[in-house]
Protein backbone atom coordinates (compact mmCIF):
# COMPACT_ATOMS: atom_id res chain seq x y z
CA UNK A 1 0.00 0.00 0.00
CA UNK A 2 1.22 3.56 -1.08
CA UNK A 3 1.18 5.07 2.59
CA UNK A 4 0.32 8.95 1.43
CA UNK A 5 -3.68 9.13 1.43
CA UNK A 6 -5.33 10.69 -1.29
CA UNK A 7 -6.94 13.44 0.60
CA UNK A 8 -10.34 14.62 -0.43
CA UNK A 9 -13.14 17.10 1.25
CA UNK A 10 -15.29 14.47 1.64
CA UNK A 11 -15.47 10.52 1.53
CA UNK A 12 -18.58 8.54 0.72
CA UNK A 13 -18.27 4.78 1.27
CA UNK A 14 -21.49 3.04 -0.39
CA UNK A 15 -22.49 4.57 -4.33
CA UNK A 16 -26.27 3.21 -3.58
CA UNK A 17 -28.77 5.98 -4.55
CA UNK A 18 -28.01 7.75 -0.95
CA UNK A 19 -24.26 7.75 -1.35
CA UNK A 20 -24.87 8.99 -5.01
CA UNK A 21 -27.03 11.85 -3.83
CA UNK A 22 -24.87 12.81 -0.95
CA UNK A 23 -21.30 13.00 -2.90
CA UNK A 24 -23.53 14.88 -5.91
CA UNK A 25 -24.52 17.48 -2.77
CA UNK A 26 -21.41 18.29 -1.28
CA UNK A 27 -19.70 18.27 -4.56
CA UNK A 28 -22.11 20.86 -5.94
CA UNK A 29 -20.95 23.17 -2.58
CA UNK A 30 -17.66 23.15 -3.81
CA UNK A 31 -15.82 20.15 -1.86
CA UNK A 32 -13.87 17.85 -3.75
CA UNK A 33 -15.36 14.27 -3.21
CA UNK A 34 -14.79 10.88 -3.73
CA UNK A 35 -17.08 7.53 -3.24
CA UNK A 36 -16.11 4.27 -2.32
CA UNK A 37 -17.95 1.17 -4.14
CA UNK A 38 -17.56 -2.24 -3.49
CA UNK A 39 -20.75 -3.79 -5.78
CA UNK A 40 -22.02 -1.37 -8.27
CA UNK A 41 -22.80 2.22 -8.30
CA UNK A 42 -26.29 2.58 -8.05
CA UNK A 43 -26.60 0.47 -4.73
CA UNK A 44 -29.22 -2.41 -4.14
CA UNK A 45 -31.64 -0.29 -4.68
CA UNK A 46 -31.27 -0.11 -9.04
CA UNK A 47 -30.23 -3.51 -9.26
CA UNK A 48 -32.15 -5.94 -6.77
CA UNK A 49 -34.45 -3.58 -4.99
CA UNK A 50 -36.87 -1.22 -6.24
CA UNK A 51 -36.10 -1.33 -9.61
CA UNK A 52 -36.53 -4.87 -10.64
CA UNK A 53 -39.34 -5.69 -8.30
CA UNK A 54 -41.59 -2.58 -9.82
CA UNK A 55 -40.14 -3.81 -13.10
CA UNK A 56 -41.51 -7.05 -11.98
CA UNK A 57 -44.63 -6.19 -10.34
CA UNK A 58 -45.71 -3.57 -13.12
CA UNK A 59 -47.27 -6.43 -15.71
CA UNK A 60 -48.51 -7.65 -13.16
CA UNK A 61 -50.52 -4.55 -11.82
CA UNK A 62 -51.43 -4.10 -15.59
CA UNK A 63 -53.09 -7.04 -16.44
CA UNK A 64 -54.77 -6.85 -13.05
CA UNK A 65 -56.68 -3.58 -13.97
CA UNK A 66 -57.19 -4.62 -17.65
CA UNK A 67 -59.00 -7.48 -16.28
CA UNK A 68 -61.45 -5.37 -14.35
CA UNK A 69 -61.99 -3.20 -17.88
CA UNK A 70 -64.85 -5.04 -20.35
CA UNK A 71 -64.06 -4.77 -23.69
CA UNK A 72 -60.24 -5.35 -22.32
CA UNK A 73 -60.64 -8.06 -20.13
CA UNK A 74 -61.42 -10.65 -22.86
CA UNK A 75 -57.60 -9.94 -24.58
CA UNK A 76 -55.82 -10.29 -21.30
CA UNK A 77 -57.09 -13.35 -19.94
CA UNK A 78 -54.27 -15.54 -20.97
CA UNK A 79 -50.62 -15.35 -18.42
CA UNK A 80 -48.27 -12.92 -18.81
CA UNK A 81 -45.04 -13.51 -21.25
CA UNK A 82 -42.90 -14.43 -18.16
CA UNK A 83 -39.55 -14.11 -20.69
CA UNK A 84 -40.10 -11.19 -21.91
CA UNK A 85 -41.44 -9.45 -18.75
CA UNK A 86 -38.02 -10.91 -16.90
CA UNK A 87 -36.08 -9.24 -19.96
CA UNK A 88 -37.89 -6.06 -19.63
CA UNK A 89 -36.48 -6.29 -15.30
CA UNK A 90 -33.09 -7.05 -17.11
CA UNK A 91 -33.27 -3.72 -19.17
CA UNK A 92 -33.99 -1.80 -16.04
CA UNK A 93 -31.18 -3.11 -14.61
CA UNK A 94 -28.82 -2.97 -17.49
CA UNK A 95 -28.24 -5.87 -17.08
CA UNK A 96 -26.19 -5.47 -13.68
CA UNK A 97 -23.96 -3.20 -15.48
CA UNK A 98 -23.23 0.30 -13.46
CA UNK A 99 -21.74 2.24 -16.80
CA UNK A 100 -24.68 4.78 -16.52
CA UNK A 101 -24.27 5.27 -13.26
CA UNK A 102 -20.18 5.77 -13.45
CA UNK A 103 -20.63 8.53 -16.05
CA UNK A 104 -23.04 10.37 -13.80
CA UNK A 105 -20.37 9.99 -10.99
CA UNK A 106 -17.95 11.50 -14.01
CA UNK A 107 -20.43 14.59 -15.20
CA UNK A 108 -20.79 15.83 -11.90
CA UNK A 109 -16.79 15.65 -10.89
CA UNK A 110 -16.98 13.39 -8.53
CA UNK A 111 -14.15 10.59 -8.36
CA UNK A 112 -14.82 6.70 -7.22
CA UNK A 113 -12.69 4.39 -6.25
CA UNK A 114 -13.74 0.65 -6.21
CA UNK A 115 -13.12 -1.93 -3.95
CA UNK A 116 -14.67 -2.55 0.44
CA UNK A 117 -14.29 0.79 2.33
CA UNK A 118 -13.07 0.27 6.17
CA UNK A 119 -12.89 3.15 8.43
CA UNK A 120 -9.19 3.40 10.03
CA UNK A 121 -9.15 6.12 12.57
CA UNK A 122 -10.79 9.59 12.64
CA UNK A 123 -11.07 10.93 8.75
CA UNK A 124 -9.25 7.64 7.38
CA UNK A 125 -10.99 5.05 5.23
CA UNK A 126 -8.55 2.72 3.31
CA UNK A 127 -9.87 0.48 0.45
CA UNK A 128 -8.94 -2.83 -0.41
CA UNK A 129 -9.45 -3.29 -4.33
CA UNK A 130 -10.67 -5.89 -6.14
CA UNK A 131 -6.62 -6.61 -7.31
CA UNK A 132 -5.85 -6.59 -4.05
CA UNK A 133 -4.07 -4.20 -3.41
CA UNK A 134 -5.36 -0.97 -0.94
CA UNK A 135 -5.96 2.57 -1.09
CA UNK A 136 -5.83 5.31 1.29
CA UNK A 137 -7.62 8.06 1.80
CA UNK A 138 -8.01 10.79 4.38
CA UNK A 139 -11.04 13.60 4.40
CA UNK A 140 -10.63 16.95 5.68
CA UNK A 141 -14.14 17.95 6.50
CA UNK A 142 -16.07 14.68 6.53
CA UNK A 143 -16.51 10.55 5.86
CA UNK A 144 -19.94 9.86 5.42
CA UNK A 145 -21.45 5.93 5.69
CA UNK A 146 -23.84 5.10 2.99
CA UNK A 147 -23.45 1.09 3.17
CA UNK A 148 -27.35 0.56 3.38
CA UNK A 149 -28.38 -3.05 4.63
CA UNK A 150 -28.15 -6.60 3.29
CA UNK A 151 -31.12 -9.07 4.12
CA UNK A 152 -31.81 -10.61 8.02
CA UNK A 153 -32.19 -14.59 7.40
CA UNK A 154 -33.61 -15.94 10.69
CA UNK A 155 -31.02 -18.12 12.85
CA UNK A 156 -32.29 -21.19 12.50
CA UNK A 157 -30.13 -24.36 11.78
CA UNK A 158 -28.86 -25.47 8.36
CA UNK A 159 -30.19 -22.33 6.67
CA UNK A 160 -27.52 -21.59 4.71
CA UNK A 161 -27.45 -25.32 3.23
CA UNK A 162 -31.30 -24.80 1.76
CA UNK A 163 -29.47 -22.05 -0.03
CA UNK A 164 -32.86 -20.04 0.49
CA UNK A 165 -33.95 -17.07 -1.67
CA UNK A 166 -33.47 -13.62 -0.28
CA UNK A 167 -34.28 -10.46 -1.86
CA UNK A 168 -31.65 -10.84 -4.07
CA UNK A 169 -32.75 -13.48 -5.47
CA UNK A 170 -36.64 -12.43 -5.63
CA UNK A 171 -35.54 -9.46 -7.90
CA UNK A 172 -32.95 -11.21 -10.18
CA UNK A 173 -34.15 -14.72 -10.73
CA UNK A 174 -33.88 -16.11 -14.40
CA UNK A 175 -37.10 -18.08 -13.59
CA UNK A 176 -40.20 -18.53 -11.82
CA UNK A 177 -40.05 -21.14 -9.46
CA UNK A 178 -43.26 -23.61 -10.09
CA UNK A 179 -43.56 -23.44 -6.08
CA UNK A 180 -42.37 -20.26 -4.33
CA UNK A 181 -42.73 -20.25 -0.66
CA UNK A 182 -42.33 -16.71 1.08
CA UNK A 183 -42.00 -16.20 4.28
CA UNK A 184 -42.72 -12.70 5.79
CA UNK A 185 -45.69 -10.48 5.86
CA UNK A 186 -44.26 -6.68 5.05
CA UNK A 187 -43.54 -4.89 2.09
CA UNK A 188 -40.86 -7.08 0.28
CA UNK A 189 -42.86 -10.54 1.11
CA UNK A 190 -46.37 -9.22 -0.29
CA UNK A 191 -44.84 -7.17 -3.30
CA UNK A 192 -42.67 -10.46 -4.21
CA UNK A 193 -45.33 -12.99 -3.39
CA UNK A 194 -47.84 -10.57 -6.17
CA UNK A 195 -45.00 -10.59 -8.81
CA UNK A 196 -44.07 -14.49 -8.58
CA UNK A 197 -47.66 -15.51 -8.27
CA UNK A 198 -48.42 -13.53 -11.80
CA UNK A 199 -44.96 -15.27 -13.12
CA UNK A 200 -45.89 -18.10 -13.03
CA UNK A 201 -45.21 -20.16 -10.00
CA UNK A 202 -47.78 -21.36 -7.02
CA UNK A 203 -46.68 -18.84 -4.07
CA UNK A 204 -47.25 -19.91 -0.45
CA UNK A 205 -47.06 -17.04 2.03
CA UNK A 206 -46.13 -17.95 5.71
CA UNK A 207 -46.66 -15.17 7.79
CA UNK A 208 -45.85 -15.32 11.59
CA UNK A 209 -48.42 -12.74 12.73
CA UNK A 210 -52.18 -12.58 12.35
CA UNK A 211 -51.97 -9.73 9.86
CA UNK A 212 -49.85 -8.04 6.46
CA UNK A 213 -48.06 -5.03 6.18
CA UNK A 214 -48.16 -4.27 10.10
CA UNK A 215 -46.93 -1.23 9.74
CA UNK A 216 -49.87 0.86 8.27
CA UNK A 217 -53.65 1.09 9.13
CA UNK A 218 -54.61 -2.46 9.29
CA UNK A 219 -57.12 -2.23 6.85
CA UNK A 220 -54.57 -1.97 4.05
CA UNK A 221 -53.41 -5.62 5.06
CA UNK A 222 -56.70 -6.84 5.00
CA UNK A 223 -57.45 -5.87 1.92
CA UNK A 224 -54.08 -6.68 0.04
CA UNK A 225 -54.69 -10.09 2.14
CA UNK A 226 -58.13 -10.54 0.48
CA UNK A 227 -56.96 -9.52 -3.01
CA UNK A 228 -53.76 -11.93 -2.74
CA UNK A 229 -56.13 -14.98 -2.01
CA UNK A 230 -58.76 -13.84 -5.08
CA UNK A 231 -55.17 -14.20 -7.12
CA UNK A 232 -54.72 -17.60 -5.83
CA UNK A 233 -51.88 -17.36 -3.01
CA UNK A 234 -52.36 -19.66 -0.41
CA UNK A 235 -51.69 -17.02 2.60
CA UNK A 236 -51.37 -18.56 6.00
CA UNK A 237 -51.20 -16.44 9.20
CA UNK A 238 -49.52 -17.96 12.27
CA UNK A 239 -47.02 -19.42 10.32
CA UNK A 240 -43.95 -19.85 12.26
CA UNK A 241 -41.22 -21.34 10.44
CA UNK A 242 -39.07 -23.90 12.29
CA UNK A 243 -36.97 -26.07 10.50
CA UNK A 244 -35.99 -26.18 6.50
CA UNK A 245 -34.55 -28.52 4.88
CA UNK A 246 -33.36 -29.39 1.30
CA UNK A 247 -33.96 -32.65 -0.22
CA UNK A 248 -29.99 -32.61 -2.03
CA UNK A 249 -28.89 -30.16 -4.25
CA UNK A 250 -31.82 -28.47 -6.38
CA UNK A 251 -34.32 -30.76 -4.77
CA UNK A 252 -37.07 -29.45 -3.33
CA UNK A 253 -37.21 -27.68 -0.08
CA UNK A 254 -39.37 -28.17 3.13
CA UNK A 255 -40.03 -25.97 5.58
CA UNK A 256 -41.14 -27.27 8.98
CA UNK A 257 -43.93 -25.29 10.89
CA UNK A 258 -44.56 -24.58 14.82
CA UNK A 259 -47.01 -27.18 15.50
CA UNK A 260 -46.12 -29.78 12.89
CA UNK A 261 -47.56 -28.68 9.51
CA UNK A 262 -44.93 -29.15 6.49
CA UNK A 263 -44.60 -27.20 3.00
CA UNK A 264 -42.86 -28.59 0.01
CA UNK A 265 -41.29 -26.03 -1.96
CA UNK A 266 -38.92 -25.50 -5.23
CA UNK A 267 -37.54 -22.21 -3.60
CA UNK A 268 -37.76 -20.16 -0.01
CA UNK A 269 -37.89 -16.65 0.11
CA UNK A 270 -37.08 -15.16 3.26
CA UNK A 271 -38.07 -11.85 3.20
CA UNK A 272 -37.87 -11.49 7.35
CA UNK A 273 -36.41 -7.91 7.65
CA UNK A 274 -32.89 -6.18 7.11
CA UNK A 275 -29.56 -5.45 8.53
CA UNK A 276 -27.41 -3.19 8.64
CA UNK A 277 -23.96 -3.33 6.40
CA UNK A 278 -21.55 -2.38 8.91
CA UNK A 279 -20.45 -5.53 10.29
CA UNK A 280 -17.17 -5.11 8.45
CA UNK A 281 -16.44 -1.16 7.61
CA UNK A 282 -13.86 -0.51 10.70
CA UNK A 283 -16.49 0.96 13.04
CA UNK A 284 -14.54 -0.04 15.82
CA UNK A 285 -11.96 2.22 14.50
CA UNK A 286 -13.63 5.22 16.20
CA UNK A 287 -15.04 3.83 19.05
CA UNK A 288 -18.74 2.26 17.75
CA UNK A 289 -19.78 -0.87 17.26
CA UNK A 290 -19.20 -3.06 14.35
CA UNK A 291 -22.92 -4.72 12.95
CA UNK A 292 -24.68 -1.75 14.59
CA UNK A 293 -27.18 0.66 13.12
CA UNK A 294 -26.03 4.28 12.97
CA UNK A 295 -28.02 6.69 15.12
CA UNK A 296 -27.33 10.28 13.76
CA UNK A 297 -29.22 13.75 14.70
CA UNK A 298 -31.04 15.89 11.78
CA UNK A 299 -28.09 16.59 9.40
CA UNK A 300 -26.76 12.79 9.34
CA UNK A 301 -23.89 13.34 11.63
CA UNK A 302 -23.22 10.27 13.70
CA UNK A 303 -23.91 10.80 17.47
CA UNK A 304 -21.06 10.48 20.12
CA UNK A 305 -18.47 10.67 17.35
CA UNK A 306 -16.13 13.23 18.53
CA UNK A 307 -15.18 16.25 16.19
CA UNK A 308 -18.24 15.95 14.36
CA UNK A 309 -16.62 14.40 10.93
CA UNK A 310 -18.75 11.33 10.54
CA UNK A 311 -22.27 10.61 8.74
CA UNK A 312 -24.22 7.99 8.17
CA UNK A 313 -27.39 8.27 5.64
CA UNK A 314 -29.66 6.34 3.67
CA UNK A 315 -31.13 2.24 4.98
CA UNK A 316 -27.77 2.68 7.55
CA UNK A 317 -29.27 5.13 9.79
CA UNK A 318 -32.06 3.20 10.04
CA UNK A 319 -34.76 6.44 10.38
CA UNK A 320 -36.47 4.85 6.82
CA UNK A 321 -35.28 2.50 4.90
CA UNK A 322 -36.78 3.59 1.54
CA UNK A 323 -34.59 5.17 -1.72
CA UNK A 324 -36.44 8.29 -1.21
CA UNK A 325 -36.28 9.15 2.29
CA UNK A 326 -32.16 7.90 2.00
CA UNK A 327 -31.86 10.48 -1.10
CA UNK A 328 -33.55 13.47 1.07
CA UNK A 329 -30.84 12.43 4.06
CA UNK A 330 -28.58 12.15 1.52
CA UNK A 331 -29.07 15.56 -0.34
CA UNK A 332 -29.55 17.07 3.69
CA UNK A 333 -26.31 15.75 4.49
CA UNK A 334 -24.32 16.66 1.13
CA UNK A 335 -25.44 19.85 1.93
CA UNK A 336 -24.59 20.43 5.35
CA UNK A 337 -21.72 19.18 5.30
CA UNK A 338 -21.01 21.86 2.62
CA UNK A 339 -22.16 24.60 4.54
CA UNK A 340 -20.36 23.60 7.71
CA UNK A 341 -16.93 23.74 5.42
CA UNK A 342 -17.73 26.93 3.91
CA UNK A 343 -18.88 28.37 7.74
CA UNK A 344 -22.37 28.49 6.71
CA UNK A 345 -25.25 27.95 8.82
CA UNK A 346 -27.04 24.34 8.92
CA UNK A 347 -30.28 25.86 9.10
CA UNK A 348 -30.55 29.10 7.03
CA UNK A 349 -30.41 27.91 3.71
CA UNK A 350 -32.52 29.49 0.94
CA UNK A 351 -34.68 26.43 0.58
CA UNK A 352 -34.73 25.78 4.36
CA UNK A 353 -32.83 24.32 6.66
CA UNK A 354 -30.44 21.40 5.58
CA UNK A 355 -32.07 19.11 8.03
CA UNK A 356 -33.88 15.89 7.51
CA UNK A 357 -37.34 16.76 9.79
CA UNK A 358 -39.33 15.11 7.31
CA UNK A 359 -38.17 11.73 8.64
CA UNK A 360 -40.05 12.73 11.73
CA UNK A 361 -43.48 13.44 10.26
CA UNK A 362 -44.07 12.44 6.96
CA UNK A 363 -42.58 9.75 5.15
CA UNK A 364 -44.34 8.41 2.32
CA UNK A 365 -44.55 4.78 1.25
CA UNK A 366 -46.19 2.94 -1.91
CA UNK A 367 -46.79 -0.82 -1.62
CA UNK A 368 -46.95 -1.83 -5.18
CA UNK A 369 -49.49 -4.83 -4.32
CA UNK A 370 -53.51 -5.39 -6.26
CA UNK A 371 -54.92 -2.77 -4.09
CA UNK A 372 -51.66 -0.49 -3.76
CA UNK A 373 -51.54 1.59 -0.80
CA UNK A 374 -50.09 4.33 -0.65
CA UNK A 375 -49.60 5.89 2.60
CA UNK A 376 -47.80 9.08 4.87
CA UNK A 377 -47.38 10.18 8.14
CA UNK A 378 -49.03 7.97 11.03
CA UNK A 379 -51.90 5.81 11.28
CA UNK A 380 -54.32 6.56 13.39
CA UNK A 381 -53.44 4.29 16.02
CA UNK A 382 -49.74 6.14 16.01
CA UNK A 383 -51.60 9.59 16.32
CA UNK A 384 -53.14 8.41 19.50
CA UNK A 385 -50.17 6.74 20.77
CA UNK A 386 -48.36 10.18 20.23
CA UNK A 387 -51.65 11.79 22.87
CA UNK A 388 -52.72 13.65 19.94
CA UNK A 389 -56.92 14.40 19.80
CA UNK A 390 -57.62 13.06 16.39
CA UNK A 391 -60.36 12.44 13.77
CA UNK A 392 -60.29 9.28 11.77
CA UNK A 393 -62.29 9.97 8.43
CA UNK A 394 -62.65 6.85 6.23
CA UNK A 395 -63.90 6.90 2.68
CA UNK A 396 -64.71 4.18 0.33
CA UNK A 397 -63.26 4.87 -2.89
CA UNK A 398 -65.26 2.50 -4.99
CA UNK A 399 -68.07 5.47 -4.32
CA UNK A 400 -65.42 8.07 -6.15
CA UNK A 401 -67.04 8.23 -9.76
CA UNK A 402 -62.97 8.02 -11.15
CA UNK A 403 -62.06 5.38 -8.71
CA UNK A 404 -65.47 3.20 -10.70
CA UNK A 405 -64.61 4.37 -13.94
CA UNK A 406 -60.73 2.98 -13.55
CA UNK A 407 -62.37 -0.58 -13.43
CA UNK A 408 -65.39 -2.57 -12.82
CA UNK A 409 -65.87 -4.01 -9.04
CA UNK A 410 -63.20 -1.25 -8.02
CA UNK A 411 -62.53 -2.36 -4.29
CA UNK A 412 -60.36 0.84 -2.38
CA UNK A 413 -60.35 2.76 0.70
CA UNK A 414 -59.20 5.88 1.89
CA UNK A 415 -58.37 7.37 5.48
CA UNK A 416 -56.99 10.68 6.52
CA UNK A 417 -56.41 11.63 10.13
CA UNK A 418 -56.99 15.12 11.63
CA UNK A 419 -55.44 16.50 14.30
CA UNK A 420 -58.12 18.32 16.13
CA UNK A 421 -56.20 20.88 18.00
CA UNK A 422 -53.87 21.89 15.34
CA UNK A 423 -56.87 21.63 12.05
CA UNK A 424 -54.26 19.67 9.82
CA UNK A 425 -53.28 16.44 8.30
CA UNK A 426 -50.86 14.26 10.41
CA UNK A 427 -52.13 10.89 8.19
CA UNK A 428 -53.41 10.07 5.09
CA UNK A 429 -53.29 6.19 3.82
CA UNK A 430 -54.92 4.94 -0.04
CA UNK A 431 -55.64 1.55 -0.75
CA UNK A 432 -57.28 0.60 -4.26
CA UNK A 433 -55.72 0.05 -7.78
CA UNK A 434 -53.67 3.20 -9.02
CA UNK A 435 -53.94 4.94 -6.35
CA UNK A 436 -49.36 5.18 -5.65
CA UNK A 437 -49.62 8.96 -7.89
CA UNK A 438 -52.21 10.58 -5.14
CA UNK A 439 -50.04 9.75 -2.72
CA UNK A 440 -48.07 12.98 -3.09
CA UNK A 441 -50.83 15.29 -2.82
CA UNK A 442 -51.16 13.55 0.71
CA UNK A 443 -47.17 14.43 1.41
CA UNK A 444 -47.74 18.04 0.20
CA UNK A 445 -50.52 18.29 3.06
CA UNK A 446 -49.59 16.87 5.47
CA UNK A 447 -45.82 18.28 5.21
CA UNK A 448 -47.16 22.12 4.45
CA UNK A 449 -49.43 21.51 7.43
CA UNK A 450 -52.04 22.72 5.23
CA UNK A 451 -54.96 23.90 7.19
CA UNK A 452 -58.12 21.41 6.29
CA UNK A 453 -60.43 24.32 5.81
CA UNK A 454 -57.72 25.53 3.34
CA UNK A 455 -57.70 21.97 1.55
CA UNK A 456 -61.61 23.00 0.15
CA UNK A 457 -59.82 25.29 -2.66
CA UNK A 458 -57.76 22.25 -3.81
CA UNK A 459 -60.24 21.74 -6.18
CA UNK A 460 -59.50 17.98 -7.96
CA UNK A 461 -60.31 17.34 -11.55
CA UNK A 462 -63.75 15.42 -12.02
CA UNK A 463 -63.51 12.80 -12.91
CA UNK A 464 -60.13 11.55 -11.17
CA UNK A 465 -59.52 9.56 -8.11
CA UNK A 466 -58.41 12.76 -6.69
CA UNK A 467 -62.23 13.56 -5.74
CA UNK A 468 -61.79 11.14 -3.22
CA UNK A 469 -59.84 14.61 -1.48
CA UNK A 470 -63.58 15.75 -1.77
CA UNK A 471 -65.63 12.96 -0.19
CA UNK A 472 -63.00 12.95 2.71
CA UNK A 473 -63.73 16.66 3.51
CA UNK A 474 -66.67 16.20 3.13
CA UNK A 475 -67.08 13.55 5.35
CA UNK A 476 -65.18 15.49 8.20
CA UNK A 477 -67.62 18.60 7.67
CA UNK A 478 -70.53 15.80 8.21
C1 LIG B 1 -36.91 -6.03 -2.75
C2 LIG B 1 -36.84 -4.59 -2.30
C3 LIG B 1 -37.63 -3.65 -2.91
C4 LIG B 1 -37.57 -2.33 -2.53
N1 LIG B 1 -38.39 -1.44 -3.14
C5 LIG B 1 -38.36 -0.15 -2.78
C6 LIG B 1 -39.20 0.80 -3.44
O1 LIG B 1 -39.99 0.48 -4.32
N2 LIG B 1 -39.11 2.09 -3.06
C7 LIG B 1 -38.26 2.50 -2.07
O2 LIG B 1 -38.22 3.69 -1.75
N3 LIG B 1 -37.44 1.62 -1.44
C8 LIG B 1 -37.47 0.31 -1.77
N4 LIG B 1 -36.63 -0.58 -1.15
C9 LIG B 1 -35.66 -0.07 -0.17
C10 LIG B 1 -34.43 0.51 -0.92
O3 LIG B 1 -33.85 -0.50 -1.71
C11 LIG B 1 -33.41 1.04 0.08
O4 LIG B 1 -34.04 1.94 0.97
C12 LIG B 1 -32.28 1.76 -0.64
O5 LIG B 1 -31.60 0.91 -1.54
C13 LIG B 1 -31.29 2.33 0.38
O6 LIG B 1 -30.27 3.01 -0.29
P1 LIG B 1 -28.81 3.12 0.36
O7 LIG B 1 -28.01 3.93 -0.61
O8 LIG B 1 -28.93 3.54 1.76
O9 LIG B 1 -28.26 1.62 0.40
P2 LIG B 1 -27.99 0.58 -0.78
O10 LIG B 1 -28.88 0.78 -1.93
O11 LIG B 1 -28.01 -0.75 -0.09
O12 LIG B 1 -26.53 0.91 -1.26
C14 LIG B 1 -25.42 0.72 -0.42
C15 LIG B 1 -24.18 0.61 -1.28
O13 LIG B 1 -23.04 0.56 -0.43
C16 LIG B 1 -22.14 -0.39 -0.94
N5 LIG B 1 -21.28 -0.82 0.17
C17 LIG B 1 -21.66 -1.46 1.30
N6 LIG B 1 -20.60 -1.64 2.12
C18 LIG B 1 -19.54 -1.11 1.47
C19 LIG B 1 -18.18 -0.99 1.79
N7 LIG B 1 -17.68 -1.41 2.96
N8 LIG B 1 -17.34 -0.40 0.90
C20 LIG B 1 -17.82 0.06 -0.28
N9 LIG B 1 -19.11 -0.02 -0.64
C21 LIG B 1 -19.95 -0.59 0.24
C22 LIG B 1 -23.04 -1.50 -1.46
O14 LIG B 1 -22.34 -2.30 -2.41
C23 LIG B 1 -24.15 -0.68 -2.11
O15 LIG B 1 -23.86 -0.36 -3.44
C24 LIG B 1 -36.68 -1.92 -1.51
C25 LIG B 1 -35.87 -2.87 -0.87
C26 LIG B 1 -35.93 -4.18 -1.26
C27 LIG B 1 -35.03 -5.18 -0.58
Not at 73 to 85: C, E, I, N, S, W
Not at 165 to 180: G, H, V
Not at 230 to 239: I, N, P, Q
Not at 418 to 446: K, M, N, Q, Y
Request: glycine share 12%.
Amino acid sequence: MNDAPRTYDVIVIGAGPVGENLAGRARAAGLSTVVVESELVGGECSYWACMPSKALLRPALAQADARRLPGLKDAVQGPLDTPAVLARRDYFTANWKDDGQVAWLDSVDVDLVRGHGRLDGPRQVVVETPEGGSVRLAARHAVAVCTGTTAALPPMPGIADVNPWTSRDATSAKKAPRRLAVVGGGVVAVEMATAWQALGSQVTLLVRGGALLERVEPFAGEMVADAMREAGVDLRFGANVASVERDGAGGEVRIGLEGGARISADEVLFAVGRAPHTGDIGLETVGLKPGSWLTVDDTCQVTGVEGGWLYAAGDVNHRALLTHQGKYQGRMAGAAIGARANGEPVDDAPWGAHVATADHAAVPQVVFTDPEVAAVGLSAAEAEQAGRRVQVVDYDLAHVAGASLYGDGYRGKARMVVDLDRGILVGVTFVGPGVGELLHSATVAVVGEVPVDRLWHAVPAYPTISEIWLRLLETYRG
